[in-house]
């Protein structure tokens, strides 16, 4: 029961921070190709200035939790996926010090340089988010210890022996980064006016469209390297709701943008995410982190679970402190709520 | 976390007395809080995640008890922290005098329980307590309220917390001085002197007194390797002097070119100076701290920069009391040439207390060299650590031009851009 409780606590973490973090992710990405001019980049930029470390927040809460709550699947992913991660945390530092450097330094070059290093590395986080997500879905070679270590690529096969990046994994990670730039762009639309938000909704389509087509692309790829992955669904055919889910929100999201409905298009851009990403989790439940060595070789939930005491004792402050936590965010957003202005702080 | 205090106190003089001035102060350090804030965060994500990529056998067998902290930091202060800094510098357009004044109130708080949560976790590596050795080698918690009260941790935390407010005055005053000496913004300088020596004055004393005192007694009856180590006391001794100079040499056992004084360290550690002190001919070789003569300077270096920063500080705070120091240019002088000094004593600080465990990763329990990641190669680790160095190089000297030109724009009211 433990264990069904905080395998979800930690999915909850990990949307949390997809769909927030998602957005300046998504922004990052665009606003090399929206701005025109200095004016509409402040704009652009501040409209995640105050929230987009809050946002980050979430990834560390999250890995928190994950590190307390299943050690064996923090010490084994974490050390097995060390390449990709180092370099997740090269351009998680890159992106931070570049936005926060263009808003001190004045000069023109630097500043082109800066927004060039934001775009890059918020486009490459995606990319690598996604294909992390695609790797735990397609399993790696777990060692009987436990233990793994991953090359960046091998044959770009998914076989027994694959690398991080793998035809598979190459959707995974061409999706997160369709599926966050559209969410950004529909985060600009809401928070800009005038040029930029027209600018930003006419990109809504042609993202809103290459998502639908990676979204069926994945699924099906999806299916075919995890055949068990339905298991699940076809044990208990109500989750079948999630698959609908997805297609209702990845609808809405197309119907509200053209009614001009921002704020609802957002919103279904957040349950599309939710959807997309708690049916991942419901296909791989009670498995954490499957083997490509066979299955006797799976992190299970069970063999990686911490202590009943420090679950149960975990689960009172944890309640607790989210609680505060999520006051605090809505509390920002309702704060910073409304259409970004140019100048003044 | 020191200047998060500092911060409040401009924001509470500014709210009681509605002087502009104090507000823009707090303005200002306001925006060197968020450079030093960004650089925190995107240094610091790497630290939570090397517990799994490079130490994993470690997490592994502690994720049940250390998890716990760490988890309860994020949850706890960096939600806190990271939205009311959002406030604080964007909202004060958007917020009430009293609502801004309460947000940077937050910041600090948040800033204080991530460091109370850090220091829980590393004082269980220095001293583990509430836990249980499960058959297959993990632990986990037995009392969830003795680990986060571990009394290693409550020392540990005060005289941590006390050095943040020591560089966070020093800093403070030093831009005052800084000011003053070039002869301009002579109104927010006396602010920051003001402000900056008073804290300083404290904190710098507290330093040594009670927190250092009562961490090192600690230190001596629970790591005594390591205590002896610091001390560069080679043989037990009644009436161990303690060395102000000298080099450690491993070779002879001996301390060469040493200044020392009689029966002192007895006297510190024990309250009296016939008291035995053990030396580190006590304990096999295997269980000396590794790096012993690191050891030995860093615990020196602190000390004696904290001796300094307790006399610049007395003498300035007087000098303030007497309402002379923005007139004497020596005392403005050795508080701008000091203000590094600070991060050197807390850095030597943390290497005192880090050395001073090894060779064991959890104190008594488990050895450094049985909980690195060893499905990482050693190639790999060499290519990410000097990833790191370069990062972290550009990284220094980003913060140091990017402070630099703040405090050189100053705190005057302006078109800003957050």
């Known amino acids: ?345 | 976390m020191g200047l998060g205090l500092l911060i409040v106190v401009l924001k509470t003089v500014a709210l009681r007395t509605g002087d502009a001035n104090w507000d823009r102060a707090a303005r200002f350090w306001g925006r060197i809080f968020a450079i030093n804030f960004v650089f925190g965060v995107v240094t610091g994500i790497p630290m939570e995640f090397e517990f799994g990529t490079n130490w994993a056998r470690f997490s592994r067998l502690s994720g049940g008890v250390i998890g716990q902290p760490l988890a309860m930091e994020g949850v706890f202060s960096f939600f806190l922290e990271s939205a009311f800094l959002g406030l604080f510098l964007y909202g004060e357009k958007r917020l009430s005098k009293t609502m801004h004044w309460f947000s940077a109130v937050m910041v600090w708080l948040g800033s204080w329980i991530s460091g109370f949560f850090i220091i829980v976790t590393d004082a269980w590596m220095q001293h583990p307590v509430a836990y249980e050795r499960m058959p297959d080698g993990h632990f986990e918690v037995l009392s969830f309220w003795q680990l986060l009260l571990n009394p290693w941790g409550l020392l540990q935390y005060m005289h941590n917390m006390t050095g943040a407010v020591v560089t966070g005055s020093f800093v403070m005053a030093a831009v005052g001085a800084f000011y003053l000496l070039e002869g301009k913004r002579r109104e927010y300088a006396e602010i920051f002197l003001k402000v900056g020596v008073i804290a300083g004055a404290i904190s710098t004393v507290a330093i040594i007194f009670p927190t250092g005192d009562l961490h090192g007694k600690y230190v001596a009856r629970n790591q005594p390797a390591a205590m002896a180590a610091m001390e560069g006391l080679f043989r037990t001794e009644i009436g161990a002097p303690i060395v102000l100079m000298g080099q450690p040499n491993e070779e002879t056992q001996q301390i060469d070119n040493p200044i020392a004084v009689n029966d002192v360290l007895s006297f510190l550690i024990y309250g009296t100076t016939k008291a035995e002190v053990k030396g580190l001919d006590q304990f096999p070789r295997d269980q000396w701290p590794t790096a012993l003569p690191l050891l030995y300077y860093s615990y020196h270096i602190m000390a004696g920069l904290g001796t300094w920063f307790v006399l610049l500080m007395l003498v300035c705070a007087l000098l303030l009391w007497r309402d002379k120091l923005s007139g004497v240019r020596w005392a403005l002088w050795a508080l701008l040439l000091s203000f590094p000094l600070p991060y050197i004593a807390n850095t030597a600080g943390w290497m005192t207390a880090e050395l001073g465990r090894q060779p064991w990763l959890i104190y008594g329990l488990m050895r450094t060299s049985e909980g690195y990641s060893d499905m990482v190669s050693a190639g790999n680790g060499l290519f990410t650590l000097l990833g790191f160095m370069g990062m972290y190089t550009l990284l220094g000297l980003l913060f140091t031009v990017l402070i630099y030109r703040e405090i050189a724009r100053g705190p005057e009211p302006k078109e800003v851009h957050a």
Not at chain 1, 56 to 73: D, I, M, Q, R, S
Not at chain 1, 188 to 194: D, E, F, N, S, Y
Not at chain 1, 304 to 320: E, K, M, N, R
């Open chain 1, 1 to 345: 029961m433990m264990g069904f409780i905080w395998f979800w606590l930690v999915a909850v973490m990990i949307v949390g921070y997809v769909v927030l973090d998602g957005f300046d992710l998504g922004v990052g990405v665009l606003h090399l190709f929206l701005a025109r001019n200095e004016r509409e980049r402040i704009i652009t930029l501040r409209s995640i200035g105050p929230v987009w470390d809050g946002n980050e927040v979430w990834l560390l809460a999250g890995g928190g939790t994950l590190y307390f709550a299943f050690p064996l699947l923090y010490a084994s992913a974490f050390s097995g996926f060390y390449l990709p991660l180092m370099i997740v945390l090269w351009l998680l530092i890159l992106r931070g010090v570049s936005l926060e450097l263009r808003n001190h330094l004045d000069m023109g070059v630097w500043q082109s340089l800066l927004d060039g290093v934001f775009g890059l590395a918020s486009a490459l986080l995606t990319i690598f988010y996604g294909a992390a997500l695609a790797n735990v879905i397609r399993g790696v070679p777990l060692q009987a210890t436990g233990y793994f270590f991953l090359p960046l690529w091998t044959n770009w096969m998914p076989g027994p022996a694959p690398g991080i990046l793998d035809w598979y994994t190459v959707i995974g990670g061409l999706l997160a980064l369709v599926a966050l730039t559209l969410h950004g762009a529909l985060w600009l639309v809401l928070k800009t006016g005038g040029e930029l938000e027209q600018r930003a909704r006419s990109l809504v389509k042609p993202l809103w469209g290459a998502l639908l087509a990676l979204t069926i692309v994945s699924l099906i790829a999806t299916i075919a390297v995890r055949p068990s992955g339905l298991d699940n669904y076809n044990h208990y055919p109500v989750t079948y709701i999630v698959p609908v889910g997805v297609v209702a929100s990845l609808a809405a999201i197309l119907a509200w943008t053209r009614k001009g409905a921002a704020l609802k298009a957002f919103l279904a851009s957040c349950v599309y995410l939710f959807f997309m990403l708690a049916g991942a989790c419901w296909a791989l439940y009670p498995t954490l982190l499957p083997a490509t060595t066979g299955a006797a070789n799976d992190i299970t939930l069970t063999r990686a679970i911490s202590g009943p005491h420090t679950l149960a004792v975990g689960l009172v402050w944890w309640i607790f402190g989210m609680a505060l936590a999520v006051t605090y965010v809505v509390f920002v957003y309702s704060r910073f709520r409304g259409k970004v202005e140019a100048g003044g702080h």
